[in-house]
């Protein structure tokens, strides 16, 4: 995989101070990828140490009022044309500098505070089609045993708990908020491991419950709260699809976004769910881009067929009707499915990173599916999968 990082992230004394800003997270991150180092204000041929720069009504001033704006727009142009000479999926670039800022930049009064905008390399990039973040989303993203990777398997896809090195494990009806009556499905188990596979800390369900066993979203979603509890940061869920014709195959699925169709929503049940302070959700982006961009470099380094698309969630259990399918294209559905939509909600309620992963077993709508069928093709993608999430984790 190969990396685009602005160099003073790296430990490079390349900043207007003529010193470094080095992320050990970032570093970390950096000796598992091929790396493009960039310093567009260094590109820039700016002298060193130079007063602060910052953006002010679409120009670039440093702090004595000397107008800088050429000098950045040069730097970022030759950068770039570094970055395409070596191309890359993933920038991971300085947080908040004029150049390298992603989202939020210093506000042009040297005072410490943000605005919205984007850095004048940072948004070179965007245009590019990179994927642009800050170190601290891969600071966030970041493993440890106090915030081990919680990992949610659908149904046919639990056997990756096989691959947990122990710790504890938790039965899910000692988690707070777990129905008392409920009993696993065939291909689900409902006992929780905390250990690591590969030595990245890990917590994973090997099952859930669904809404169309008659449980409230507040109840699907309680095993996300533990995780949350648990001191979890990052989230996958995996879930077994169907694909929706002529927008998908059948195969391994990464999911870019997701439609609520099943007419609940956890952050609804307001005396049910305890731990949510806002539950106005933001949920743009809420499959992180950054998570997204590590699974599809990890799938095409290890040469594992994976699409991408949107998911539908719908309540079910019954599969969709040809009617309804047809309408699942038209609203540009990739993978249908009966889980994960009301977790995703809830687990960005709570603040948590999601990467959703999905295998769609069969076409939606097709008249041979059934259960079994789902837990047979989950049988023999089984090693594409565990190889495409360890990839995944090791490079967190
Ligand atoms: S933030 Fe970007 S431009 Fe500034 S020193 Fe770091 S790499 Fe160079």
Not at 148 to 154: K, T, W, Y
Not at 282 to 303: C, N
Not at 340 to 359: D, F
């Amino acid at each position: 995989m190969r990396l685009i990082i602005s160099s003073c992230l790296l430990g490079v004394a390349c900043r207007y101070d003529g010193r470094s800003k080095p992320s050990a997270a970032v570093r970390d991150l950096a000796r598992k990828a091929e790396v493009v180092g960039v310093c567009p204000e260094a590109a820039s041929g700016l002298p060193v140490p130079r007063p602060p720069a910052e953006q002010r009504g679409g120009r670039v001033l440093l702090a004595d009022g000397t107008d800088v704006t050429e000098e950045f727009r040069l730097g970022a142009a030759r950068s770039l044309a570094k970055v395409r000479a070596r191309p890359a999926p993933l920038a991971v670039l300085k947080a908040k500098s004029p150049s390298c800022g992603v989202h939020h930049i210093y506000d042009g009064t040297y005072t410490g505070s943000l605005t919205e905008g984007e850095g004048v390399f940072a948004r070179l990039l965007e245009e590019e089609g990179i994927c642009v973040v800050s170190e601290e989303v891969v600071e966030s993203c970041k493993p440890s045993v106090e915030h081990p990777v919680a990992i949610v398997l659908g149904t046919g896809l639990g056997h990756l708990a096989k691959l947990v090195r122990p710790v504890r494990r938790v039965d899910y009806h000692d988690v707070e908020g777990f129905p008392e009556e409920a009993r696993p499905m065939a291909g689900h188990s409902f006992e929780a491991t905390i250990g690591s596979i590969d030595d990245v800390p890990v917590v994973v369900y090997p099952g859930r419950i669904h809404l169309y066993q008659g449980y409230s979203a507040a109840e699907v979603t309680s095993l996300v709260r533990h995780a949350h509890r648990l001191g979890c940061r990052d989230v996958i869920f995996a879930c077994a699809t169907g694909a929706i014709r002529g927008n998908a195959e059948p195969g391994l699925g990464i999911l870019c976004d997701q439609i609520n169709l099943t007419g609940r929503n956890p952050l609804a049940e307001w005396d049910e769910v305890r731990g949510v302070d806002n539950p106005f959700v933001d949920m743009t982006d809420a499959y992180s881009p950054y998570l997204r961009t590590l699974a599809r470099s990890v799938a095409e380094d290890e040469g594992i067929e994976v699409a991408e698309g949107v998911y539908a969630g719908v309540l079910g259990p019954c599969f969709e009707t040809e009617a309804e399918v047809r309408a699942l294209a038209g609203l540009g559905v990739s993978y249908v499915g009966m889980s994960t939509v009301n977790e995703v909600i809830m687990a960005r309620a709570l603040g948590m990173n999601v990467l959703g992963l999905t295998l769609a077993t069969n076409y939606s709508g097709a008249s041979d599916t059934s259960h079994q069928s789902v837990l047979e093709e989950s049988g023999r993608k089984e090693e594409e999968f565990q190889k495409l999430v360890r990839g995944v984790l090791r490079m967190l």
